[in-house]
């Protein structure tokens, strides 16, 4: 279910556009169900701790072929429902300290917060807060205290944190001391992003196909929280800015790793339809990997990852006009050719340091007479409008209604035909 929007605007954080301009992320599904084929969220299976020893645990070869495809940030899974603790916590017996991999001795949210930083990605860690078969979460004060330790080891012993995941599934009816839980969170890190939960930054777009309504817009005053439940919560009193994030499986149905789906793994095709359905409606992309049984990105889904990221870069590394070579009359922009060319793309970036104003806008050419190529709504962080192939003499972008001063911080023009 959307996000009930707010025809007014918000105003964004510096940290909240940073957040923004990351764009493209990659989500990590790694942990004891990886060792255990065909297990279902809540199936109340066991998973024995002896199953967890990867073979090549390699947290690097993660965010080395992350950052080579273009993402700018991980989201690792820290703790999933199943309560298995991804880091030596002092208050879990199920983790990977009784675990045979490295005798007991290791820790793979520090494997990969080191990974992130050595190739320059932003850190995200996911944290479940339902957490099943785990017998106090039927007590609300004594799991708040379990849950708020949790946080507390994850955001003190490992340096700053960028974002923490809060997933929303099996949560449903449970009742959290958000206001204490929020209050250790921002103390020990103020700068972190909180997702979907409590007090959040950005927000889930309600679905997990990788696909954003249109509009899309920044400001909302109720959200999704959960795949569980139609229901939305709302935000604030006022309405909020919290632009939305579309996760999505790199397989067909799995977000661990499985043998079964190897051959589900997404087409270059498919993934950049994604992409513009999500990215390209002004949204964040998390696509998901789940890490093999050798503890390495499965070589099906890393080749496929890079071959995404080199498509993304064939088609907008190279614009044929930017926003300088665009004239500015009121609120059209337009561009003469001087020679001729063929186009199929204009990517349009709202400035939003004092909120999203665009409400309408058209994009139009002369080419042996007027013609029109798109019409949308929403720009906010970015719109990819695609269009058949035109042979360009002029071609305008009109903003038709807005709510405010307009500014654009980008503008480009792309031929992305094949050579």
Not at 82 to 88: E, H, L, R, S
Not at 183 to 193: F, G
Request: aromatic share 12%.
């Amino acid at each position: 279910m959307p996000a009930k929007d707010y025809h007014s605007t918000a105003i964004p954080t510096p940290r909240q556009l940073q957040y923004q301009d990351w764009e493209f992320g990659i989500f990590l599904h790694f942990g004891i169900r990886t060792f255990f084929e065909g297990h279902r969220d809540w199936d109340g299976k066991p998973m024995p701790l002896d199953g967890f020893n990867p073979s090549a645990f390699d947290a690097d070869q993660w965010a080395r072929t992350a950052a080579e495809a273009g993402a700018a940030y991980m989201v690792f899974v820290a703790k999933h429902h199943d309560g298995f603790a991804n880091w030596p916590s002092a208050y879990s017996s199920y983790s990977v300290s009784q675990t045979p991999w490295r005798d007991g001795k290791g820790d793979v949210v520090r494997d990969f917060v080191d990974a992130c930083r050595a190739h320059r990605l932003a850190v995200g860690i996911y944290y479940s807060p339902a957490e099943w078969g785990n017998p106090i979460f039927e007590h609300p004060h004594q799991y708040d205290d379990h849950f708020i330790n949790q946080i507390s080891e994850l955001l003190q012993n490992y340096g700053d944190i960028d974002i923490l995941w809060f997933d929303g599934c099996g949560s449903e009816g449970h009742v959290y001391d958000w206001n204490r839980i929020i209050a250790t969170i921002r103390r020990l890190q103020p700068n972190i992003l909180i997702f979907n939960m409590g007090d959040p930054d950005f927000r889930w777009v309600g679905n997990e196909a990788g696909i954003a309504p249109q509009p899309c817009w920044n400001t909302v005053v109720a959200v999704p929280f959960s795949v569980q439940t139609d229901n939305l919560e709302t935000v604030d009193v006022e309405p909020r800015w919290l632009p939305a994030e579309c996760d999505c499986r790199m397989r067909l149905q799995n977000w661990f790793f499985e043998e079964a789906d190897t051959h589900t793994v997404k087409s270059v095709d498919e993934l950049m339809g994604l992409y513009y359905l999500s990215v390209g409606r002004g949204c964040n992309l998390l696509l998901n990997i789940g890490p093999d049984r050798h503890g390495l990105l499965p070589e099906p889904d890393a080749t496929r990852l890079l071959e995404f990221g080199a498509e993304i870069r064939r088609r907008f590394s190279h614009p044929v006009a930017t926003l300088d070579d665009f004239e500015r009359t009121d609120t059209t922009w337009s561009f003469a050719a001087s020679q001729r060319l063929l186009v199929d793309h204009l990517v349009i970036e709202e400035e939003l340091t004092a909120g999203e104003h665009i409400r309408q806008f058209t994009i139009e050419c002369e080419a042996g007479g007027r013609i029109l190529l798109a019409q949308g709504a929403n720009v906010g962080h970015k719109a990819i409008v695609r269009f058949p192939a035109v042979p360009l003499g002029t071609l305008r972008l009109r903003i038709d209604k807005a709510d405010g001063p307009v500014n654009l911080r980008a503008l480009s023009l792309y031929s992305t035909l094949q050579s």
